[in-house]
């Protein structure tokens, strides 16, 4: 509960003493290109070839004659877009964000460099935090929606060329009962867990203690702690939006 109350308030810290918009705009887009454009190809690899595996083994248990191979893409487009892109990519992201960002943070507390910015009046979380917790908000919707558009084209591919279903099919499946709501709910998780991932790993690296070796133990409780948080709001969002 200590901990809770130490977040919340660290959270709520954030919207007291702010600096200039143009200040927030310049430091939210130096680490959008950290956050998102660094861990494209990441997310690429990861979401293409979770769709390749996805289709095949959907392919390997599809044995009955009566089921059409259309099924095939509904299944891969569903579990897509509900789970794969948004809680896969948000994990992955929790492992390479969360970590970078809980280190940097850590860094600059052990080394000083934070007390020295509120030894000069600057309220060190807003500065150091809210670009970091911005940059998220924006970047993890555009990557899991890349996550989704790539693990889709990637079945496809694999589909088509081992001849476990033909494009055709492949199509009509996607385009089989297709909702939009769906869409809505994996980006409001992928807001939810951008939020969380980046705002839990800057707490556990802003409050760090002691050397080096306690920066590496914030970086990893941050992302232990951001896969278990992400995992629990998936599921409360399921219950609620569903």
């Known amino acids: 509960m200590k901990s809770i109350g130490l977040y919340i308030i660290f959270i709520g810290s954030m919207f007291s003493q702010r600096e200039s ?14 956050i998102g454009i660094n861990s494209l190809t990441l997310v690429a690899i990861i979401s293409t070839f979770i769709g390749m595996v996805t289709t095949v083994q959907t392919a390997a248990n599809l044995v009955s004659p009566f089921v059409p191979e259309s099924v095939i ?20 992201l929790a492992g390479k964000v969360g970590s970078n960002i809980a280190g940097e943070l850590g860094t600059m507390r052990i080394t000083e460099q934070i007390d020295a910015l509120e030894v000069m009046g600057i309220n060190s979380s807003s500065y150091l935090v809210f670009p970091k917790i911005a940059a998220a908000i924006i970047m993890f919707p555009l990557l899991v929606i890349i996550a989704g558009f ?24 996607l385009r089989l009962d297709f909702r939009t709501y769906n869409v809505f709910m994996a980006i409001v998780k992928s807001l939810v867990f951008a939020f969380l991932i980046s705002s839990i790993s800057s707490y556990k690296g802003f409050f760090t203690r002691g ?6 133990q914030a970086s990893t409780s941050a992302v ?19």
């Open 21 to 34: 918009f143009k200040t927030y705009v310049k430091r939210t887009i130096d680490e959008a290109i950290l």
């Open 224 to 242: 232990t702690n951001s896969c278990i948080a992400v995992l629990l709001a998936d599921y409360l969002i399921a219950e609620l939006l569903l």
């Open 211 to 216: 050397g080096a070796l306690e920066v590496g």
């Open 73 to 92: 893409s509904t299944v891969v487009r569903d579990m897509t877009i509900l789970e794969l892109a948004p809680t896969i990519t948000s994990i992955v």
């Open 150 to 173: 790539l693990s889709i084209y990637g079945g496809y591919l694999v589909g088509t060329f081992t001849g476990v279903i033909t494009g055709e099919d492949f199509v009509y499946g």
